[in-house]
Structures are given as structure tokens and as C-alpha cells.
């Protein structure tokens, strides 16, 4: 009964990345507003990468593999012939990868709020700064605390 689940939910995420994929592929950009008479500045090819949706998908794709692999190799421990220094490696990645999504998200969180306020980019900057700095004062009283 488990295998089958599991079996289903893998199946059930292969389609729907596969549709991901397929309509992203669409090409349903097709309005180009004309010039203002304004020069295009020239843009660098990191810059042009990030407004690729084929490259946010193969990265975004690339996560789950990183992230999935992980964690089948943290939950399995060593029954399954993975080594122990393997799944601390899993373990740390995951708490690494964890934390990073964490804080990402609650500074662009921070930022887009402010933005949708009125406030500039430097003040949103500064606002989802100051957010990541009471969460490490947070951090630093409960460690001090001994709760963790």
C-alpha cells in the first residue's frame, strides 16, 4: 500500500512539472511594447539569465533533486549501505538549505511589503535588513536563555 502512494505521488509530480514545463515552452509572449525613444541599456548575461523562465525551471528543478536526494538519504540512515558521514552531510544540507529559504524569504518578504507601502528601494533594503537583524537579537537571547 505505501509503495503504490508513493509511487502515485512521484508520478502525480512528474506530470505536473512536465506541464510546467510544457507551458512555460508555449512562448506566450508575444506583446513587445514599442520604444520610447529611449536607448536600450546593454544588459550582462547573468542579468539576461534571471529573466529566462527555461533557467529559473532548470534551477528550480535542480532544488528539488539537491533538496529530494537529501532528504532520502537523511530519513534512510544507514539502513539502506548510504554511509553515516553521508547522511550528516544530508543533514546539514537540509539544515542549511532550510535556513537560507527562511531568511530569503522573510527579507524579500519584508521588501515586497514595504515596496507595496510606497517606500523606495533603499528604505525596503534597510526595512528587510532591519527584520534579519531582530531575528538574529531573537536567536542570540533564546541560545543565551539556553532554550536551545
Known amino acids: 500500500m505505501a509503495q503504490s502512494m508513493f509511487l502515485l505521488s ?16 508555449r512562448g ?5 511594447p514599442a520604444g520610447l525613444g529611449f536607448r536600450e541599456r546593454e544588459r550582462s548575461s547573468l ?3 534571471t529573466e529566462n523562465p527555461t533557467v529559473w525551471v ?3 528543478l535542480a532544488a528539488i533533486l539537491v ?15 548510504i554511509s553515516d558521514s553521508m547522511v ?7 539544515a542549511v538549505g532550510t535556513a537560507v529559504v527562511a531568511v530569503g524569504y522573510l527579507f524579500f518578504g519584508t521588501f515586497i511589503a514595504a515596496r507595496g507601502r510606497g517606500l523606495g528601494n533603499a528604505a525596503a533594503v534597510a526595512l528587510g535588513s532591519w527584520a534579519l ?15 536551545i
Open 10 to 25: 512521484v508520478l502525480t509530480g512528474a506530470v505536473l512539472v512536465a506541464l510546467v514545463v510544457f507551458l512555460n515552452a
Open 67 to 81: 533538496f529530494g536526494g537529501a532528504t532520502v538519504a537523511f530519513v534512510s540512515g544507514g539502513t539502506s549501505g
Open 88 to 94: 550528516q552531510t544530508a543533514g546539514i544540507v537540509l
Open 58 to 60: 532548470v534551477a528550480f
Open 133 to 147: 537583524g531582530l531575528l538574529f537579537v531573537v536567536v542570540v537571547v533564546v541560545k543565551l536563555m539556553g532554550l
Open 28 to 32: 506566450w509572449r508575444q506583446y513587445t
Open 47 to 49: 542579468s539576461a539569465a
